[in-house]
């Protein structure tokens, strides 16, 4: 036993997850054994969760199904997964007695460390930790890179590791195609996925290359690619998540709400999931379906950091149109429980979303004063830098609920064109802002319009610059954008501006005008998402450090902004590699 036992276990954690007492104490005692100074003992998915949000362990060991509940093991794995909060330094071992699952789950390369498949010694699990801390060891300097925020340095240590075939090249491998993601090489990633496929025909890097497509702009070729990778395997919950947003993304929602609803069926207590279907069901009118799902995803996971509060505002949508006072009182007692536990942090996502799920009580209980009054506070920051996509979206949800009352609003109407000018960027975002005000189509119609008016304008600005005139380009862009503080244009000016910089004679004053129009636009999606989505990957490695972002990613964008594709041909780069420097040596 000693020999097999990890050199240094002080000060080490351990997380024991299981809903039998028995096996619990029977664990803990040979993880202290083993030599782990620390046991932390959960009997229910929820406490385990609510643990695993709040501490880093050295070591998890849970249990795969618990009958009583309903639960899994593997759902808790997949949402800590796809929500950031599973460090690479974790041990996380499987415990099941059914070795055919384990077998499978293995083949679909979920992420874990392993199975530990009942019953077993140990010297065993002994093994088995050792093993797995092992190759902590040998990709430490690539974790300690990850902890300083130096992801330039890991990707390449991922990626030497992986070209000479040190120990651990596989894992390596896949922790660098995260790191090139993040970092906006996507090409680079989908070479990197596609050499593991070439090396390894494994799941995971097949759905990596579904990613990098999305990221780099080929939605409609990920969706070919994902349902190859579904057709071999219909199981592989992550291909459904990846298949939905490049739906989501193009604007085909009635494709998207089926793909999420297998998704779910998959894993009926995932709650991640279950909120993807919960709002899709909502855009698409689906009121039953939606009002079903978000309530069980926020009594699954309201107190976790895995919930997002958009839910709530959609489950609160959904109750006033089946006229529910009581589920609209539910509601709101749930947000006085998110805002008791965030009073420290005065969120402000969180305080615009009880102030318009209090708006939509109060028109329920016909205080029609009251309720305009709140909308037209709300219609206020329309302008603001910090007025993002999911509060247009919530706030034309409540003019298009006012518009079907007796309330006449004579600026509903150019409130909206504010709203869709705004954020009509492309196809899916404009259609996901028209779905959230269906409820009066008229509404929707004009935020479909915005989509085409952004798209004429853009057009005119670049035939001007192919007619010879960048600078008056570049200036009727800022100018629409300034009305409109649409972030395509604003975007659109940058890349004519940085190719024809040596051409326009005022570039420094255009750069100062575009970057404080920027600053007024705030951030804008580019491309459209169903709630706080931008950190969540599936069938993705965790990339989770221990200090907070650095401001380098603006300057990373910009970067990156002035080696974009020329404005005049910002087509579907299919055919071509624009980052040739960056080549894997024949295996």
């Not at 007796?406 to 150019?414: F, T």
Request: overall charge negative.
């Amino acid at each position: 036993m000693a020999t097999a036992k990890e050199p240094d276990q002080q000060d080490s954690q351990a997380l024991v997850v299981d809903s039998n007492a028995t096996s619990r104490s029977i664990l803990v005692a040979q993880l202290r054994e083993y030599g782990v100074t620390k046991v932390v003992q959960c009997s229910r998915v929820r406490d385990a969760r609510n643990r695993l949000e709040h501490t880093v362990f050295d070591y998890v060991l849970c249990e795969q199904y618990f009958t009583e509940s309903n639960h899994s093991g593997q759902t808790l794995l997949d949402d800590l997964r796809r929500a950031q909060l599973l460090p690479f330094s974790t041990v996380f071992f499987m415990v099941t007695a059914e070795a055919s699952y384990a077998a499978v789950a293995e083949a679909a390369e979920s992420a874990l460390d392993g199975y530990l498949l009942k019953p077993f010694t140990p010297s065993a699990l002994f093994e088995r930790l050792s093993l797995a801390r092992m190759r902590k060891v040998h990709l430490k300097p690539i974790f300690d890179a990850i902890e300083q925020n130096d992801f330039e340095t890991a990707a390449s240590l991922c990626v030497e590791r992986f070209e000479t075939r040190k120990p651990y090249w596989l894992y390596a491998a896949r922790i660098g195609t995260e790191l090139l993601l993040r970092l906006g090489r996507h090409a680079e990633a989908r070479t990197l996925f596609e050499a593991v496929i070439a090396a390894r025909a494994l799941p995971w890097a097949k759905l990596g290359v579904a990613r990098a497509q999305i990221e780099s702009g080929q939605a409609s070729k990920a969706i070919t690619t994902l349902q190859g990778l579904i057709g071999e395997d219909s199981s592989f919950a992550d291909a459904y998540d990846v298949l939905g947003r490049a739906q989501v993304e193009l604007g085909q929602f009635t494709e998207a709400i089926e793909t999420y609803r297998i998704a779910a069926e998959l894993t009926p207590d995932s709650v991640v999931r279950l909120q993807k279907l919960g709002m899709m069901s909502y855009y698409m009118g689906e009121r039953a379906t939606a009002t079903r799902v978000l309530a069980r995803a926020a009594v699954l996971g309201l107190d976790s950091k895995l919930f997002d509060c958009q839910s709530l505002v959609l489950l609160t949508f959904a109750y006033f149109a089946d006229n529910d006072r009581k589920g609209i009182e539910r509601c709101m007692a749930d947000f006085a429980r998110l805002l008791e536990r965030h009073e420290n942090t005065n969120s402000p996502r969180i305080l615009r979303f009880v102030e318009v799920s209090r708006t939509l009580q109060l028109i329920q209980q016909r205080q029609f004063s009251q309720a305009v009054a709140a909308v037209k506070l709300m219609a206020q920051e329309i302008n603001e830098s910090t007025f993002d996509f999911e509060a247009a979206c919530n706030l034309g949800s409540l003019l298009a609920v006012l518009a079907t009352t007796s309330i006449d609003m004579d600026e509903g109407m150019v409130w909206i064109r504010a709203l869709g000018m705004r954020y009509a960027n492309t196809r899916g975002l404009s259609e996901l802002m028209a779905n959230a005000c269906n409820v009066y189509p008229p509404y929707a119609e004009s935020v479909r319009e915005c989509l085409q008016h952004i798209n004429k304008t853009a057009e005119m600005a670049m035939a001007r610059s192919l007619s010879g005139d960048p600078a008056g380009a570049v200036r009727s862009l800022i100018r629409h954008g300034r009305e409109s503080l649409n972030s395509k244009l604003v975007d659109l000016s940058q890349q004519v501006l940085l190719r024809h910089r040596d051409r326009i004679e005022e570039a420094d004053s255009l750069q100062k005008d575009i970057d404080a129009l920027r600053a007024c636009c705030g951030t804008a999606p580019t491309r459209a998402i169903l709630g706080q989505d931008s950190e969540r990957h599936p069938g993705g490695v965790v990339i989770r450090t221990r200090s907070a972002p650095t401001e380098g990613d603006s300057a990373r964008a910009r970067a990156d902004m002035a080696t974009a594709p020329a404005p005049e041909a910002l087509e579907d780069d299919a055919g071509s590699d624009p980052l040739d420097a960056f080549r894997l040596r024949p295996n």
